[in-house]
Nanobody, 119 residues
Framework: QVQLVESGGGLVQDGGSLRLSCTVSGTFDNIEYMRWHRQAPGKQREFLVLMSRDGSTNYVDFVKGRFTISRDNANNTVYLQMNNLKLDDTAVYFC?????????????WGQGTQVTVSS
């Protein structure tokens, strides 16, 4: 059973920073990609950034220059460094991963971590 567990959320002031973590555990062969999404109250979940197995990244425009994805392959952990946070960044942040095992690929979601930006 594969699990994704996020951490690092919390309350931060406008203009502040947070670093989120997402650790993949369980039995698998490879992580094909990892993504971060978020869902604000009353809104649909939205994509933020993807990191592929080869390390390439793809950011949505509104986080470029403020958010940075990175990873620790040894610990199967991906990070989201968020700088210059704004009130509109308040949301539950989710990681999503595509994991290869026994010749197949499945996607998994973490439980989410709350980020609240205050004025």
């Amino acid at each position: 059973q594969v699990q994704l567990v996020e951490s690092g959320g919390g309350l931060v002031q406008d203009g502040g920073s947070l670093r989120l973590s997402c650790t993949v555990s369980g039995t698998f062969d490879n992580i094909e990609y990892m993504r971060w999404h978020r869902q604000a109250p009353g809104k649909q979940r939205e994509f933020l950034v993807l990191m592929s197995r080869d390390g390439s990244t793809n950011y949505v425009d509104f986080v470029k220059g403020r958010f940075t994805i990175s990873r620790d392959n040894a610990n199967n952990t991906v990070y989201l460094q968020m700088n210059n946070l704004k009130l509109d960044d308040t949301a539950v942040y989710f990681c999503n991963g595509a994991v290869r095992h026994n010749g197949g690929v499945r996607t998994y979601w973490g439980q989410g971590t709350q980020v609240t930006v205050s004025s």
